[in-house]
């Protein structure tokens, strides 16, 4: 089992910047690959980003292009989503999840999911 904790969610205004965390623990992280995605309400989960193992391969959603950088230190077991220009439609509850093997934007793929950390933009 691999447990996904993450944090750094909060309230900011358009235009500012969030850094998301996610803290896994349990069985070991190597060989994970480790996307974020998000819901918001009234909407299904939709796909953010994600990066392989060895951070050589990242994917991004078109909207978040640009203005979200994801990255991990596997020495911390730690994941991150970097989050700048942000936009009241970005608003959501933000999930780190983990599946073992190569990249994916299928949230069906994923074997792993945190708790969620909700980002809310201000207008």
């Known amino acids: 089992q691999v447990q996904l904790v993450e944090s750094g969610g909060g309230l900011v205004q358009a235009g500012g910047s969030l850094r998301l965390s996610c803290a896994a623990s349990g069985r070991t992280f190597s060989g994970y690959a480790m996307g974020w995605f998000r819901q918001a309400p009234g909407r299904e989960r939709e796909f953010v980003a994600a990066i392989s193992w060895s951070s050589g391969y990242t994917y991004y959603t078109d909207s978040v292009k640009g203005r979200f950088t994801i990255s991990r230190d596997n020495a911390k077991n730690t994941v991150y989503l970097q989050m700048n220009s942000l936009k009241p439609e970005d608003t959501a509850v933000y999930y780190c999840?983990?599946?073992?093997?190569?990249?994916?934007?299928?949230?069906?793929?994923?074997?792993?999911w945190g708790q969620g950390s909700q980002v809310t933009v201000s207008s």
């Open positions: 999840a983990a599946r073992s093997g190569l990249i994916s934007n299928d949230y069906a793929r994923y074997d792993y």
